[in-house]
Protein backbone atom coordinates (compact mmCIF):
# COMPACT_ATOMS: atom_id res chain seq x y z
CA UNK A 1 0.00 0.00 0.00
CA UNK A 2 2.60 2.54 0.74
CA UNK A 3 4.98 1.43 -2.60
CA UNK A 4 1.61 3.04 -4.10
CA UNK A 5 1.94 6.72 -2.33
CA UNK A 6 5.62 6.38 -2.89
CA UNK A 7 4.59 6.48 -6.90
CA UNK A 8 2.04 9.20 -5.99
CA UNK A 9 4.95 11.42 -5.02
CA UNK A 10 6.96 10.77 -7.34
CA UNK A 11 7.33 13.83 -9.49
CA UNK A 12 7.48 12.93 -13.51
CA UNK A 13 8.87 15.12 -16.39
CA UNK A 14 6.14 17.28 -17.47
CA UNK A 15 6.23 17.35 -21.13
CA UNK A 16 3.73 18.33 -23.99
CA UNK A 17 2.55 14.81 -24.86
CA UNK A 18 2.61 13.97 -21.16
CA UNK A 19 -0.31 16.35 -21.20
CA UNK A 20 -1.89 15.40 -24.65
CA UNK A 21 -1.84 11.36 -23.66
CA UNK A 22 -3.02 12.82 -19.77
CA UNK A 23 -6.42 13.83 -21.84
CA UNK A 24 -6.53 10.85 -24.23
CA UNK A 25 -6.68 8.41 -21.20
CA UNK A 26 -9.03 10.77 -19.29
CA UNK A 27 -11.61 10.99 -21.80
CA UNK A 28 -11.34 7.14 -22.39
CA UNK A 29 -11.84 6.47 -18.87
CA UNK A 30 -14.39 9.04 -18.48
CA UNK A 31 -16.18 7.26 -21.29
CA UNK A 32 -15.79 3.45 -19.94
CA UNK A 33 -17.39 5.15 -16.32
CA UNK A 34 -20.27 6.59 -18.29
CA UNK A 35 -21.10 3.02 -19.89
CA UNK A 36 -23.14 1.93 -16.36
CA UNK A 37 -24.98 5.89 -16.26
CA UNK A 38 -26.00 5.24 -20.04
CA UNK A 39 -27.54 1.81 -19.29
CA UNK A 40 -29.37 3.23 -16.36
CA UNK A 41 -30.46 6.57 -18.28
CA UNK A 42 -31.59 4.00 -21.55
CA UNK A 43 -33.55 1.49 -18.98
CA UNK A 44 -35.04 4.36 -17.35
CA UNK A 45 -35.91 6.85 -20.23
CA UNK A 46 -37.28 3.36 -22.35
CA UNK A 47 -39.81 2.23 -19.46
CA UNK A 48 -40.67 5.36 -17.60
CA UNK A 49 -43.81 6.96 -19.75
CA UNK A 50 -45.28 4.02 -20.16
CA UNK A 51 -44.74 3.12 -16.45
CA UNK A 52 -46.18 6.29 -15.57
CA UNK A 53 -49.09 6.20 -17.94
CA UNK A 54 -50.10 2.59 -16.40
CA UNK A 55 -49.13 2.80 -12.87
CA UNK A 56 -46.39 0.59 -10.83
CA UNK A 57 -49.27 -1.52 -9.03
CA UNK A 58 -50.41 -3.12 -12.73
CA UNK A 59 -47.05 -4.97 -13.21
CA UNK A 60 -48.29 -6.62 -9.98
CA UNK A 61 -51.61 -7.15 -9.93
CA UNK A 62 -52.94 -7.81 -13.29
CA UNK A 63 -54.28 -10.90 -14.21
CA UNK A 64 -51.88 -12.37 -15.97
CA UNK A 65 -49.25 -11.21 -19.45
CA UNK A 66 -51.46 -10.06 -21.63
CA UNK A 67 -49.20 -7.37 -23.27
CA UNK A 68 -50.75 -7.02 -26.62
CA UNK A 69 -54.44 -6.47 -24.17
CA UNK A 70 -52.55 -4.19 -21.93
CA UNK A 71 -52.04 -6.85 -19.09
CA UNK A 72 -48.49 -6.69 -17.72
CA UNK A 73 -48.50 -9.13 -14.89
CA UNK A 74 -44.84 -9.66 -14.19
CA UNK A 75 -45.29 -11.75 -11.02
CA UNK A 76 -44.70 -14.90 -12.30
CA UNK A 77 -41.78 -14.34 -14.08
CA UNK A 78 -40.10 -12.70 -10.85
CA UNK A 79 -41.56 -16.37 -8.85
CA UNK A 80 -40.07 -18.20 -11.56
CA UNK A 81 -36.94 -16.51 -11.81
CA UNK A 82 -36.27 -16.49 -7.90
CA UNK A 83 -37.42 -20.13 -8.27
CA UNK A 84 -35.07 -21.12 -10.92
CA UNK A 85 -32.14 -20.00 -9.79
CA UNK A 86 -32.54 -20.40 -5.58
CA UNK A 87 -33.10 -23.90 -7.27
CA UNK A 88 -29.92 -24.34 -9.46
CA UNK A 89 -27.98 -23.01 -6.44
CA UNK A 90 -29.47 -26.10 -3.98
CA UNK A 91 -28.19 -28.48 -6.14
CA UNK A 92 -25.11 -26.68 -7.43
CA UNK A 93 -23.33 -25.92 -3.89
CA UNK A 94 -23.67 -28.69 -1.97
CA UNK A 95 -21.36 -30.72 -4.93
CA UNK A 96 -19.41 -27.56 -5.35
CA UNK A 97 -18.14 -27.54 -1.70
CA UNK A 98 -17.83 -31.39 -1.70
CA UNK A 99 -15.82 -31.30 -5.12
CA UNK A 100 -13.32 -28.61 -3.81
CA UNK A 101 -13.07 -30.22 -0.67
CA UNK A 102 -11.83 -33.24 -2.40
CA UNK A 103 -9.53 -31.02 -4.94
CA UNK A 104 -8.05 -29.32 -1.73
CA UNK A 105 -7.25 -32.33 1.00
CA UNK A 106 -8.28 -35.29 -0.82
CA UNK A 107 -6.33 -35.04 -4.10
CA UNK A 108 -3.29 -36.08 -3.45
CA UNK A 109 -2.13 -37.61 -6.94
CA UNK A 110 -0.67 -36.82 -10.11
CA UNK A 111 -3.47 -35.51 -11.55
CA UNK A 112 -3.81 -32.69 -8.52
CA UNK A 113 -3.79 -29.49 -10.45
CA UNK A 114 -5.93 -31.63 -13.22
CA UNK A 115 -9.20 -31.52 -11.67
CA UNK A 116 -9.06 -27.81 -11.05
CA UNK A 117 -8.13 -27.19 -14.47
CA UNK A 118 -11.25 -29.36 -15.75
CA UNK A 119 -13.40 -27.08 -13.88
CA UNK A 120 -11.43 -23.71 -15.21
CA UNK A 121 -12.34 -25.24 -18.45
CA UNK A 122 -16.61 -26.11 -18.16
CA UNK A 123 -16.15 -22.37 -16.74
CA UNK A 124 -15.76 -20.96 -20.21
CA UNK A 125 -18.31 -23.14 -21.85
CA UNK A 126 -20.89 -21.05 -22.97
CA UNK A 127 -24.53 -21.12 -22.05
CA UNK A 128 -26.26 -21.75 -25.72
CA UNK A 129 -24.38 -25.23 -25.36
CA UNK A 130 -25.64 -26.01 -22.00
CA UNK A 131 -29.12 -24.80 -23.19
CA UNK A 132 -28.28 -27.26 -26.59
CA UNK A 133 -27.15 -30.53 -24.72
CA UNK A 134 -29.98 -29.96 -22.18
CA UNK A 135 -32.51 -29.99 -25.23
CA UNK A 136 -31.02 -32.85 -26.80
CA UNK A 137 -30.28 -35.07 -23.25
CA UNK A 138 -32.24 -33.67 -20.52
CA UNK A 139 -35.34 -32.91 -21.93
CA UNK A 140 -35.95 -36.44 -23.84
CA UNK A 141 -35.00 -37.95 -20.35
CA UNK A 142 -37.53 -35.76 -18.31
CA UNK A 143 -39.94 -36.23 -21.46
CA UNK A 144 -40.06 -40.25 -20.03
CA UNK A 145 -41.50 -39.08 -16.76
CA UNK A 146 -43.58 -35.88 -17.55
CA UNK A 147 -45.55 -34.85 -20.05
CA UNK A 148 -43.57 -31.69 -20.31
CA UNK A 149 -40.02 -32.29 -20.74
CA UNK A 150 -38.99 -28.59 -21.06
CA UNK A 151 -39.81 -27.78 -17.11
CA UNK A 152 -38.61 -26.16 -14.43
CA UNK A 153 -37.04 -28.86 -12.88
CA UNK A 154 -35.11 -29.06 -16.50
CA UNK A 155 -33.90 -25.53 -16.45
CA UNK A 156 -32.64 -25.88 -12.77
CA UNK A 157 -31.03 -28.84 -13.80
CA UNK A 158 -28.73 -27.36 -16.20
CA UNK A 159 -28.49 -24.03 -14.76
CA UNK A 160 -26.94 -25.89 -11.43
CA UNK A 161 -24.06 -27.28 -14.12
CA UNK A 162 -23.55 -24.08 -15.46
CA UNK A 163 -22.92 -22.12 -11.94
CA UNK A 164 -21.20 -25.15 -10.82
CA UNK A 165 -17.48 -24.08 -12.15
CA UNK A 166 -17.65 -20.22 -10.65
CA UNK A 167 -18.86 -21.82 -6.88
CA UNK A 168 -16.21 -24.51 -7.42
CA UNK A 169 -13.49 -22.04 -8.25
CA UNK A 170 -14.27 -19.37 -5.79
CA UNK A 171 -14.59 -22.17 -2.80
CA UNK A 172 -11.47 -23.90 -3.51
CA UNK A 173 -9.36 -20.74 -3.42
CA UNK A 174 -11.26 -19.87 -0.32
CA UNK A 175 -10.48 -23.78 1.25
CA UNK A 176 -7.03 -22.83 -0.15
CA UNK A 177 -6.52 -19.64 2.00
CA UNK A 178 -6.95 -21.29 5.28
CA UNK A 179 -3.58 -20.84 6.71
CA UNK A 180 -1.34 -23.71 6.80
CA UNK A 181 -0.11 -23.76 11.00
CA UNK A 182 -3.72 -24.10 11.50
CA UNK A 183 -3.66 -27.40 9.28
CA UNK A 184 -0.42 -28.57 10.95
CA UNK A 185 -1.58 -27.71 14.22
CA UNK A 186 -4.97 -29.93 14.10
CA UNK A 187 -2.88 -32.52 12.28
CA UNK A 188 -0.16 -32.66 14.97
CA UNK A 189 -3.34 -33.05 17.91
CA UNK A 190 -4.57 -36.08 16.05
CA UNK A 191 -7.53 -34.60 14.73
CA UNK A 192 -8.81 -36.60 11.61
CA UNK A 193 -9.31 -35.32 8.25
CA UNK A 194 -12.96 -35.22 8.26
CA UNK A 195 -12.81 -33.61 11.66
CA UNK A 196 -10.26 -30.87 10.34
CA UNK A 197 -12.47 -30.20 7.45
CA UNK A 198 -15.69 -30.02 9.31
CA UNK A 199 -14.21 -27.86 12.71
CA UNK A 200 -11.32 -25.76 10.91
CA UNK A 201 -11.49 -25.43 7.25
CA UNK A 202 -15.01 -24.93 6.39
CA UNK A 203 -15.54 -22.05 9.02
CA UNK A 204 -12.64 -20.44 8.34
CA UNK A 205 -13.85 -20.48 4.54
CA UNK A 206 -17.23 -20.02 5.43
CA UNK A 207 -17.28 -16.36 4.25
CA UNK A 208 -15.33 -17.05 0.64
CA UNK A 209 -18.06 -20.04 0.48
CA UNK A 210 -20.35 -17.50 0.86
CA UNK A 211 -19.78 -15.04 -1.69
CA UNK A 212 -19.02 -17.35 -4.12
CA UNK A 213 -23.09 -18.82 -3.53
CA UNK A 214 -24.22 -14.77 -3.99
CA UNK A 215 -21.89 -14.92 -7.14
CA UNK A 216 -23.53 -17.90 -8.47
CA UNK A 217 -27.04 -17.12 -7.88
CA UNK A 218 -26.35 -13.53 -9.40
CA UNK A 219 -24.60 -15.33 -12.26
CA UNK A 220 -28.24 -17.30 -12.80
CA UNK A 221 -30.84 -15.56 -12.26
CA UNK A 222 -28.91 -12.86 -15.20
CA UNK A 223 -28.63 -16.18 -17.38
CA UNK A 224 -30.81 -16.29 -20.36
CA UNK A 225 -30.14 -18.61 -22.95
CA UNK A 226 -30.05 -21.65 -20.62
CA UNK A 227 -33.29 -20.68 -18.81
CA UNK A 228 -35.00 -19.51 -22.62
CA UNK A 229 -34.44 -23.30 -23.92
CA UNK A 230 -35.04 -25.44 -21.22
CA UNK A 231 -37.92 -23.94 -18.92
CA UNK A 232 -40.46 -24.20 -21.53
CA UNK A 233 -41.81 -20.46 -21.27
CA UNK A 234 -45.52 -21.00 -20.21
CA UNK A 235 -46.51 -17.58 -18.36
CA UNK A 236 -47.07 -19.19 -15.01
CA UNK A 237 -46.77 -19.60 -11.08
CA UNK A 238 -45.19 -23.09 -11.35
CA UNK A 239 -47.08 -24.84 -9.15
CA UNK A 240 -44.75 -28.16 -9.14
CA UNK A 241 -41.37 -28.64 -10.26
CA UNK A 242 -42.49 -30.30 -13.35
CA UNK A 243 -44.15 -27.16 -14.94
CA UNK A 244 -43.14 -25.09 -17.70
CA UNK A 245 -42.51 -21.76 -16.64
CA UNK A 246 -41.29 -18.47 -18.14
CA UNK A 247 -38.27 -16.43 -16.50
CA UNK A 248 -37.51 -12.28 -16.81
CA UNK A 249 -34.21 -12.67 -18.68
CA UNK A 250 -36.49 -15.16 -21.36
CA UNK A 251 -39.14 -13.15 -21.29
CA UNK A 252 -37.37 -10.25 -22.62
CA UNK A 253 -35.25 -12.18 -25.11
CA UNK A 254 -38.42 -14.26 -26.49
CA UNK A 255 -40.27 -11.61 -27.03
CA UNK A 256 -38.02 -8.52 -27.92
CA UNK A 257 -37.78 -8.92 -31.87
CA UNK A 258 -41.02 -8.39 -32.51
CA UNK A 259 -42.18 -5.82 -29.63
CA UNK A 260 -43.57 -2.49 -30.38
CA UNK A 261 -45.00 0.37 -29.06
CA UNK A 262 -46.21 -0.49 -24.93
CA UNK A 263 -45.26 -4.01 -25.45
CA UNK A 264 -41.80 -2.78 -25.87
CA UNK A 265 -42.04 -0.26 -23.04
CA UNK A 266 -43.28 -3.65 -20.84
CA UNK A 267 -39.85 -5.22 -21.78
CA UNK A 268 -37.59 -2.94 -21.08
CA UNK A 269 -39.70 -2.60 -17.39
CA UNK A 270 -38.65 -6.33 -17.45
CA UNK A 271 -35.29 -5.27 -17.87
CA UNK A 272 -35.30 -2.83 -15.12
CA UNK A 273 -36.62 -5.28 -12.81
CA UNK A 274 -33.99 -7.84 -13.91
CA UNK A 275 -31.33 -5.14 -13.17
CA UNK A 276 -33.28 -4.73 -9.54
CA UNK A 277 -33.13 -8.07 -8.73
CA UNK A 278 -29.12 -8.25 -9.43
CA UNK A 279 -28.46 -5.10 -7.99
CA UNK A 280 -30.03 -6.30 -4.51
CA UNK A 281 -28.23 -9.37 -4.87
CA UNK A 282 -25.00 -7.16 -5.47
CA UNK A 283 -25.61 -5.09 -2.29
CA UNK A 284 -25.89 -8.19 0.05
CA UNK A 285 -22.54 -9.11 -1.20
CA UNK A 286 -21.43 -6.08 -0.29
CA UNK A 287 -23.13 -5.76 2.51
CA UNK A 288 -21.69 -9.12 3.60
CA UNK A 289 -18.05 -8.70 2.69
CA UNK A 290 -17.98 -5.16 4.46
CA UNK A 291 -19.60 -6.95 7.60
CA UNK A 292 -16.99 -9.65 7.76
CA UNK A 293 -14.08 -7.61 7.20
CA UNK A 294 -14.68 -5.19 10.25
CA UNK A 295 -15.26 -7.93 12.34
CA UNK A 296 -11.46 -9.69 11.99
CA UNK A 297 -10.39 -6.11 12.34
CA UNK B 1 -13.04 -46.52 31.96
CA UNK B 2 -11.58 -43.30 30.53
CA UNK B 3 -9.91 -45.31 28.32
CA UNK B 4 -12.60 -47.77 26.96
CA UNK B 5 -14.53 -44.22 26.50
CA UNK B 6 -11.56 -42.95 24.47
CA UNK B 7 -11.36 -46.35 22.60
CA UNK B 8 -15.09 -46.17 21.92
CA UNK B 9 -14.60 -42.65 20.40
CA UNK B 10 -12.21 -43.49 17.98
CA UNK B 11 -13.83 -46.04 16.43
CA UNK B 12 -16.80 -44.12 16.28
CA UNK B 13 -14.38 -41.03 14.31
CA UNK B 14 -12.61 -43.61 12.43
CA UNK B 15 -15.98 -44.84 10.97
CA UNK B 16 -17.26 -41.11 10.49
CA UNK B 17 -13.79 -40.34 8.77
CA UNK B 18 -14.48 -43.43 6.31
CA UNK B 19 -17.57 -42.31 5.74
CA UNK B 20 -17.06 -38.75 5.08
CA UNK B 21 -14.09 -40.31 2.61
CA UNK B 22 -16.37 -42.06 0.61
CA UNK B 23 -19.06 -39.53 0.09
CA UNK B 24 -16.81 -36.98 -0.92
CA UNK B 25 -15.26 -39.57 -3.52
CA UNK B 26 -18.55 -40.50 -4.80
CA UNK B 27 -19.83 -37.25 -5.26
CA UNK B 28 -16.49 -36.05 -6.60
CA UNK B 29 -16.81 -38.85 -9.45
CA UNK B 30 -20.27 -37.93 -10.65
CA UNK B 31 -19.74 -34.48 -10.53
CA UNK B 32 -16.61 -34.98 -12.72
CA UNK B 33 -18.83 -37.34 -14.87
CA UNK B 34 -21.41 -34.30 -15.25
CA UNK B 35 -19.07 -32.22 -16.18
CA UNK B 36 -17.67 -34.19 -18.87
CA UNK B 37 -21.16 -35.33 -20.09
CA UNK B 38 -21.94 -32.04 -22.46
CA UNK B 39 -18.55 -31.57 -23.86
CA UNK B 40 -18.76 -35.86 -24.70
CA UNK B 41 -21.72 -35.37 -25.94
CA UNK B 42 -20.98 -32.89 -28.53
CA UNK B 43 -17.60 -34.08 -30.18
CA UNK B 44 -19.43 -37.53 -30.23
CA UNK B 45 -22.13 -36.03 -32.16
CA UNK B 46 -20.39 -33.21 -33.96
CA UNK B 47 -17.42 -35.31 -35.51
CA UNK B 48 -18.95 -36.35 -38.32
CA UNK B 49 -20.15 -33.06 -39.07
CA UNK B 50 -17.02 -31.81 -39.25
CA UNK B 51 -15.37 -31.15 -42.30
CA UNK B 52 -13.16 -28.56 -44.19
CA UNK B 53 -16.93 -27.99 -46.61
CA UNK B 54 -18.59 -27.12 -43.25
CA UNK B 55 -16.44 -24.06 -42.64
CA UNK B 56 -16.28 -22.84 -45.82
CA UNK B 57 -19.45 -23.23 -47.65
CA UNK B 58 -22.56 -20.60 -47.20
CA UNK B 59 -25.30 -22.32 -45.02
CA UNK B 60 -28.53 -23.91 -47.13
CA UNK B 61 -32.31 -24.64 -46.34
CA UNK B 62 -31.80 -22.26 -42.81
CA UNK B 63 -28.64 -24.04 -41.71
CA UNK B 64 -30.65 -27.75 -42.52
CA UNK B 65 -27.28 -28.43 -44.68
CA UNK B 66 -23.99 -26.58 -46.05
CA UNK B 67 -21.71 -24.99 -43.96
CA UNK B 68 -21.21 -22.20 -41.65
CA UNK B 69 -18.59 -19.93 -43.67
CA UNK B 70 -21.22 -16.69 -43.48
CA UNK B 71 -21.95 -17.15 -40.00
CA UNK B 72 -17.97 -17.62 -39.02
CA UNK B 73 -17.44 -14.33 -40.83
CA UNK B 74 -19.94 -12.47 -38.93
CA UNK B 75 -18.91 -13.89 -35.67
CA UNK B 76 -15.25 -12.92 -36.47
CA UNK B 77 -16.67 -9.21 -37.25
CA UNK B 78 -18.89 -8.59 -34.51
CA UNK B 79 -15.92 -10.18 -32.02
CA UNK B 80 -12.92 -8.38 -33.97
CA UNK B 81 -15.66 -4.68 -33.32
CA UNK B 82 -16.01 -5.33 -29.63
CA UNK B 83 -12.03 -6.10 -29.09
CA UNK B 84 -10.93 -2.82 -31.31
CA UNK B 85 -13.64 -1.14 -29.20
CA UNK B 86 -13.53 -2.64 -25.63
CA UNK B 87 -9.34 -2.92 -25.53
CA UNK B 88 -8.52 0.96 -25.86
CA UNK B 89 -10.76 1.65 -23.47
CA UNK B 90 -9.92 -0.60 -20.74
CA UNK B 91 -6.27 0.05 -21.26
CA UNK B 92 -6.98 3.45 -21.15
CA UNK B 93 -9.09 2.95 -17.35
CA UNK B 94 -6.55 0.85 -16.13
CA UNK B 95 -3.74 3.20 -16.85
CA UNK B 96 -5.45 5.65 -15.57
CA UNK B 97 -6.26 3.55 -12.12
CA UNK B 98 -2.59 2.17 -11.98
CA UNK B 99 -0.83 5.07 -13.06
CA UNK B 100 -2.47 8.38 -12.60
CA UNK B 101 -4.48 8.27 -9.38
CA UNK B 102 -3.57 7.78 -6.04
CA UNK B 103 -4.92 4.39 -5.14
CA UNK B 104 -7.98 5.72 -2.79
CA UNK B 105 -9.14 9.04 -4.33
CA UNK B 106 -12.39 9.49 -4.73
CA UNK B 107 -11.92 9.42 -9.08
CA UNK B 108 -10.25 6.12 -8.84
CA UNK B 109 -13.03 4.65 -6.54
CA UNK B 110 -16.21 6.45 -8.89
CA UNK B 111 -13.80 4.52 -12.08
CA UNK B 112 -13.89 1.03 -10.39
CA UNK B 113 -17.31 1.24 -8.74
CA UNK B 114 -18.97 1.74 -12.10
CA UNK B 115 -17.12 -1.31 -13.75
CA UNK B 116 -17.82 -3.34 -10.67
CA UNK B 117 -21.55 -2.69 -11.36
CA UNK B 118 -21.23 -3.21 -14.80
CA UNK B 119 -19.65 -6.13 -14.17
CA UNK B 120 -22.66 -7.48 -12.63
CA UNK B 121 -25.29 -6.40 -15.14
CA UNK B 122 -26.90 -9.34 -17.10
CA UNK B 123 -26.37 -9.89 -20.64
CA UNK B 124 -29.88 -9.33 -21.33
CA UNK B 125 -29.95 -5.43 -20.15
CA UNK B 126 -26.61 -5.18 -22.25
CA UNK B 127 -28.95 -6.31 -24.96
CA UNK B 128 -31.66 -3.85 -24.02
CA UNK B 129 -29.16 -1.26 -24.03
CA UNK B 130 -27.59 -1.62 -27.11
CA UNK B 131 -31.01 -2.06 -28.89
CA UNK B 132 -32.00 1.65 -27.50
CA UNK B 133 -28.97 3.20 -28.18
CA UNK B 134 -26.52 2.10 -30.35
CA UNK B 135 -29.49 0.63 -33.24
CA UNK B 136 -31.80 2.93 -32.61
CA UNK B 137 -30.71 6.38 -31.06
CA UNK B 138 -27.76 6.16 -32.99
CA UNK B 139 -29.61 4.80 -35.91
CA UNK B 140 -27.20 1.56 -36.40
CA UNK B 141 -30.23 -0.86 -37.07
CA UNK B 142 -29.90 -4.83 -36.32
CA UNK B 143 -26.14 -4.72 -37.55
CA UNK B 144 -22.85 -6.45 -37.34
CA UNK B 145 -21.46 -3.15 -35.96
CA UNK B 146 -24.02 -2.55 -33.20
CA UNK B 147 -24.13 -5.99 -32.00
CA UNK B 148 -20.06 -5.56 -31.77
CA UNK B 149 -20.40 -2.46 -29.85
CA UNK B 150 -22.64 -3.53 -27.02
CA UNK B 151 -20.27 -6.46 -26.89
CA UNK B 152 -17.39 -4.36 -26.24
CA UNK B 153 -19.62 -3.11 -23.73
CA UNK B 154 -20.24 -6.03 -22.06
CA UNK B 155 -16.75 -7.54 -21.72
CA UNK B 156 -15.16 -3.86 -20.76
CA UNK B 157 -15.30 -4.64 -17.01
CA UNK B 158 -13.06 -8.10 -17.68
CA UNK B 159 -10.95 -6.31 -19.65
CA UNK B 160 -10.09 -3.55 -17.90
CA UNK B 161 -10.09 -5.50 -14.30
CA UNK B 162 -7.53 -7.72 -15.48
CA UNK B 163 -5.09 -5.46 -17.17
CA UNK B 164 -4.93 -3.34 -14.07
CA UNK B 165 -3.94 -6.57 -12.40
CA UNK B 166 -1.51 -6.96 -15.12
CA UNK B 167 0.11 -3.50 -14.41
CA UNK B 168 -0.51 -4.05 -10.66
CA UNK B 169 2.40 -6.37 -10.90
CA UNK B 170 4.84 -4.02 -11.93
CA UNK B 171 6.99 -2.76 -9.09
CA UNK B 172 6.47 0.50 -8.30
CA UNK B 173 10.52 0.64 -8.00
CA UNK B 174 10.63 0.61 -12.34
CA UNK B 175 8.10 3.98 -12.43
CA UNK B 176 10.03 5.52 -9.26
CA UNK B 177 13.53 5.01 -11.58
CA UNK B 178 11.73 6.52 -14.64
CA UNK B 179 10.73 9.20 -13.05
CA UNK B 180 14.49 9.34 -10.86
CA UNK B 181 15.53 9.43 -14.41
CA UNK B 182 14.13 12.46 -15.53
CA UNK B 183 11.35 10.51 -17.89
CA UNK B 184 7.44 11.71 -18.03
CA UNK B 185 4.68 10.03 -16.98
CA UNK B 186 4.22 8.77 -20.90
CA UNK B 187 8.23 7.69 -21.16
CA UNK B 188 8.17 5.73 -18.07
CA UNK B 189 5.03 3.79 -19.09
CA UNK B 190 5.92 3.06 -22.78
CA UNK B 191 9.05 2.78 -22.15
CA UNK B 192 9.38 0.60 -18.90
CA UNK B 193 6.14 -0.61 -17.72
CA UNK B 194 4.17 -1.42 -20.70
CA UNK B 195 6.89 -4.07 -22.13
CA UNK B 196 7.03 -5.53 -18.85
CA UNK B 197 3.23 -6.37 -18.95
CA UNK B 198 2.88 -6.72 -22.05
CA UNK B 199 2.14 -10.30 -21.90
CA UNK B 200 -0.36 -9.51 -19.27
CA UNK B 201 -2.49 -7.61 -21.62
CA UNK B 202 -2.57 -10.40 -24.20
CA UNK B 203 -3.51 -12.59 -21.62
CA UNK B 204 -6.29 -10.32 -21.06
CA UNK B 205 -7.40 -9.74 -24.15
CA UNK B 206 -7.83 -13.44 -25.05
CA UNK B 207 -9.80 -13.56 -21.85
CA UNK B 208 -12.39 -11.25 -23.25
CA UNK B 209 -12.03 -13.13 -26.72
CA UNK B 210 -12.81 -15.74 -24.87
CA UNK B 211 -15.76 -14.55 -23.45
CA UNK B 212 -17.31 -12.08 -26.03
CA UNK B 213 -17.47 -15.40 -28.53
CA UNK B 214 -19.89 -17.37 -26.01
CA UNK B 215 -21.81 -14.65 -25.43
CA UNK B 216 -25.50 -15.30 -27.33
CA UNK B 217 -28.38 -13.58 -25.18
CA UNK B 218 -27.08 -9.98 -26.50
CA UNK B 219 -26.43 -10.51 -29.91
CA UNK B 220 -30.56 -11.80 -30.68
CA UNK B 221 -31.48 -8.19 -30.81
CA UNK B 222 -28.91 -6.37 -31.55
CA UNK B 223 -26.83 -8.21 -34.35
CA UNK B 224 -29.60 -9.94 -36.39
CA UNK B 225 -30.85 -12.92 -37.56
CA UNK B 226 -29.88 -13.06 -41.43
CA UNK B 227 -27.31 -16.02 -42.17
CA UNK B 228 -26.33 -14.19 -45.50
CA UNK B 229 -22.34 -13.53 -45.69
CA UNK B 230 -22.09 -9.89 -44.76
CA UNK B 231 -20.65 -7.57 -47.18
CA UNK B 232 -20.53 -4.53 -44.91
CA UNK B 233 -20.46 -4.28 -40.61
CA UNK B 234 -23.49 -2.15 -41.22
CA UNK B 235 -25.01 -5.75 -42.41
CA UNK B 236 -27.37 -8.01 -40.04
CA UNK B 237 -25.28 -11.00 -39.60
CA UNK B 238 -25.87 -14.13 -37.05
CA UNK B 239 -23.39 -14.68 -34.76
CA UNK B 240 -22.49 -18.62 -33.92
CA UNK B 241 -24.07 -18.78 -30.66
CA UNK B 242 -27.20 -17.41 -32.24
CA UNK B 243 -27.12 -20.41 -34.89
CA UNK B 244 -26.90 -22.87 -32.49
CA UNK B 245 -29.44 -21.38 -30.71
CA UNK B 246 -31.58 -20.88 -34.23
CA UNK B 247 -30.70 -24.54 -35.08
CA UNK B 248 -31.79 -26.02 -32.13
CA UNK B 249 -35.48 -24.24 -30.87
CA UNK B 250 -36.73 -22.67 -34.68
CA UNK B 251 -35.25 -25.13 -37.16
CA UNK B 252 -37.12 -28.50 -37.15
CA UNK B 253 -34.04 -31.01 -38.47
CA UNK B 254 -30.96 -28.64 -37.89
CA UNK B 255 -29.41 -30.20 -35.00
CA UNK B 256 -26.48 -32.24 -36.74
CA UNK B 257 -25.46 -28.46 -38.17
CA UNK B 258 -26.17 -27.38 -34.71
CA UNK B 259 -23.53 -30.13 -33.52
CA UNK B 260 -21.28 -29.25 -36.13
CA UNK B 261 -21.35 -25.65 -34.97
CA UNK B 262 -21.49 -26.52 -31.33
CA UNK B 263 -18.14 -28.37 -31.83
CA UNK B 264 -16.48 -25.51 -33.83
CA UNK B 265 -17.58 -23.15 -31.02
CA UNK B 266 -15.85 -25.82 -28.44
CA UNK B 267 -12.78 -26.26 -30.81
CA UNK B 268 -12.00 -22.33 -31.14
CA UNK B 269 -12.61 -21.64 -27.40
CA UNK B 270 -9.80 -24.74 -26.97
CA UNK B 271 -7.59 -23.16 -29.17
CA UNK B 272 -7.97 -19.71 -27.37
CA UNK B 273 -7.59 -21.83 -23.95
CA UNK B 274 -4.44 -23.39 -25.70
CA UNK B 275 -2.98 -19.70 -26.50
CA UNK B 276 -3.86 -18.26 -22.81
CA UNK B 277 -1.84 -21.14 -21.21
CA UNK B 278 0.96 -20.68 -23.68
CA UNK B 279 0.86 -17.00 -23.18
CA UNK B 280 0.72 -17.15 -19.03
CA UNK B 281 3.19 -19.57 -19.13
CA UNK B 282 5.60 -17.16 -21.69
CA UNK B 283 5.05 -14.41 -19.39
CA UNK B 284 5.60 -16.49 -15.83
CA UNK B 285 9.28 -17.18 -17.14
CA UNK B 286 9.64 -13.92 -18.20
CA UNK B 287 9.11 -13.01 -15.12
CA UNK B 288 11.52 -15.91 -13.11
CA UNK B 289 14.04 -14.48 -15.97
CA UNK B 290 13.66 -11.11 -13.78
Not at chain 1, 28 to 39: D, P, T, Y
Not at chain 2, 154 to 179: F, K, N, Q, W
Not at chain 2, 269 to 279: A, F, G
Request: hydrophobic share 50%; glycine share 6%; proline share 4%.
Amino acid sequence: MHTRSNNDKAIYRKTITDRIFWSVIAVGAVIASLIMVLIVIFLVVESYDFIDRVGVLHFVTDDGWWPLDQLYNLTPMLVASLGVSFGALAIASPLAIIFSVYCVFYNKGWWQGFFERIVDVTAAIPTVIYGFWGLMVVVPIMNKFTSHGVNLFSGMLVLAMMIFPTIAMLTTSALKSVPFNQIQGATALGVRRSSLIKKIALPHAKPGIVMAMILGITRAIGETMVVLMLCGNVVQFPSSLFDPTRTLTANIALEMPYAMGDHRSSLFVTGLMVLIVVSILVIISEVYANRKRTMNH
Amino acid sequence: MSTTTFAHNTKKHNANDWLATTVIYIFSALVLIALALPIGEIIINGYDKLSFDFITQLPEDSGRSGGISSILASTALIVLIAMITATPLALCTAIMLTEYLPEHSLRSSIIRGSLDVLAGVPSVVFGLFGLAFFCQTLELGYSILAGGLTLSCMILPTLSRSITSALHTVGDEYRISGAALCLSRLSTLWHVTLPVVLPGIAVSVLLGLTRAIAETALLLFTSGYSDKMPSSITDSGRSISVHIYELATNVPGGQQSAYGSALVLLLSLLLLSVLLHLTTHKLQRRMIRG
